[in-house]
């Protein structure tokens, strides 16, 4: 049985990347197939993202250190590395992959976002020359559309295309089947990060101006916020009209209360202006629970949208409010679009399909020159 050795941060905290790479490492496939081992590089209780610190930098040699007797006292053949997209970050991760390509056979780097392109970008010339260096000693990387290749900038062997993905029974199908439809209002959700870039504020103009054409809609806003001043700002406005009742927020909505969130929904609403927008998981979540999907063509969200929904070019409130009045108006086509969302999500999306995704990949005959 092979060795492989799985490299990224682990939960806590909870969210797309580490809960990606602990599905790995706890795949049952996975283990039947390789003996797994797995290093965290998670840095709990340490500054912000981005910002240079001691605690860091210690935690990142110990990193390093344990990356050093696995892949050289334990011997693991194959390497795979959930890629990070700050500077510190990957300088770190470069070294591993330094490190690991003197031993290893494989080197799979996984790419959970958009923002490593930036990174590199922003790198000094000799940084730069590091990259491209170690970055050829790479297998294979994994982005998850083709809209987001361009992060590798072209420098390792291959680059494949790995959609996210969640248990195909997290919603199952007779969940849908048994939707209460017996009221006489549209449900929107909102399932992400309260931040200006997200669209939400555009999303609460838009609906409170629909609210006054007499549309009868409720808005649910789920997620943290991160601006209290913003968000404190547009909340004014929905008191001024008194539509506390119709849009509400309801803070970070988790397990059984989320999946009851999106069974209770009808349309889902993610108007994101984000610059490095990935594959939001909550948009397959929305999937999962067979909502008609309404988003901007951000990163890979088109690969997500396609004759579930509808895309926009930008979150604008104008764009927002257009997309939801031709469903709203149009009951068959909303009724089709959520048809198609369960359906693409089962074969496309499913934790299933991302686990055999990765594991073609990480069995693939490595290519000679």
């Not at 797994?36 to 910002?51: D, E, P």
């Not at 506390?244 to 069974?263: A, C, F, H, P, W």
Request: charged share 25%; glycine share 6%; net charge positive.
């Amino acid at each position: 049985m092979e060795k492989i050795m799985i490299i990224g941060p682990l939960p806590p905290p909870i969210h797309g990347e580490s809960l990606a790479v602990l599905n790995v490492i706890e795949s049952k496939k996975v283990n039947e197939i390789y003996e797994v081992c797995s290093v965290n590089t998670n840095r709990i209780n340490v500054t912000a993202a981005g910002q240079f610190s001691i605690g860091k930098i210690l935690k990142d040699l110990n990193i390093i250190m344990k990356v050093i007797m696995k892949a050289f006292i334990m011997k693991k053949e194959i390497v795979y590395i959930s890629i990070s997209q700050t500077r510190l970050g990957l300088i770190r991760d470069l070294i591993i992959i330094f490190i690991c390509s003197i031993r290893s056979k494989k080197i799979i780097a996984h790419l959970h976002g958009n923002n490593l392109g930036n990174v590199i970008n922003e790198m000094n010339r000799l940084e730069k020359i590091l990259v491209k260096k170690v970055f050829n000693r790479i297998t294979s990387g994994i982005v998850l559309g083709k809209n987001l290749k361009d992060n590798f900038k072209s420098l390792v062997q291959n680059t494949d295309v790995v959609a996210n993905g969640i248990d195909i029974n997290y919603i199952k199908e007779e969940e849908i089947s048994h939707k209460q439809r017996d009221r006489d209002y549209i449900t929107i959700v909102y399932l992400s990060n309260l931040i200006e870039t997200k669209g939400y504020q555009e999303l609460i103009y838009a609906v409170i101006s629909l609210l006054e054409k007499g549309i009868k809609i409720k808005l649910k806003l789920a997620g943290s916020v991160f601006d209290q001043v913003k968000f404190k700002e547009v909340w004014k406005k929905v008191q001024h009209y008194n539509l506390e009742s119709n849009i509400q927020y309801l803070g970070t909505v988790e397990g059984e209360d989320k999946k009851r969130l999106l069974l209770d929904s009808d349309i889902m609403v993610l108007p994101t202006n984000y610059p490095i927008e990935g594959q939001p998981l909550s948009i397959i979540e929305g999937m999962a629970a067979g909502l008609p999907i309404i988003s901007t063509s951000r990163g890979s969200i088109p690969d997500l949208i396609t004759n579930n929904g509808i895309l926009i070019d930008s979150g604008e409130k104008k764009l927002i409010e257009q997309a939801l009045i031709e469903l709203i108006n149009n009951p068959e086509k909303m009724k089709s679009m959520a048809q198609n969302s369960r359906g693409n999500f089962s074969r496309k999306f499913t934790l299933d399909k991302y686990i055999d995704s990765i594991l073609d990949i990480i069995s693939r005959p490595q290519q000679k020159g």
